[in-house]
């Protein structure tokens, strides 16, 4: 499966954003869906996963300021990113797998997309 974001782009803090992710090669739905992050000189980090069933998880960080989601009909992921804070700046990236048995291992997704660059400035 091949994945391509968007979306991102340079916000003050308290903004919003919305990534997509649109996928395309494969059956979506037999995919869980994952957001991970990248800051400068950083480890990438987990941010939000939605499994097959549907079920979401969040990091910590992001809990209750970001919300993960996708339309099937449009092969499509998407991060709505609310309340967003300086230490949220990174390359966010959109990974897929058919199999994730922890969904914060970077080395649990096979398939990744280039990223997309997000700035919250303070």
């Known amino acids: 499966v091949q994945l391509a974001e968007s979306g991102g782009g340079s916000v003050q803090a308290g903004g919003s954003l919305r990534l997509s992710c649109t996928a395309s090669?494969?059956?979506?739905?037999?995919?869980?869906m994952g957001w991970f992050r990248q800051a400068p000189g950083k480890e990438r980090e987990e941010v939000a996963v939605?499994?097959?069933?549907?079920?979401?998880t969040y990091a910590d960080s992001v809990k209750g300021r970001f919300t993960i989601s996708q339309d099937n009909a449009k092969n499509t992921l998407y991060l709505q990113m609310n309340s967003l804070k300086p230490e949220d700046t990174g390359m966010y990236y959109c990974?897929?797998?058919?199999?994730?048995?922890?969904?914060?291992?970077?080395?649990?997704?096979?398939?990744w997309g280039q990223g997309t660059q997000v700035t919250v400035s303070s």
């Open positions: 090669g494969d059956t979506y739905n037999g995919y869980c």
């Open positions: 990974a897929a797998d058919p199999v994730v048995y922890l969904w914060y291992r970077v080395e649990q997704y096979s398939f």
């Open positions: 939605i499994d097959k069933d549907g079920s979401t």
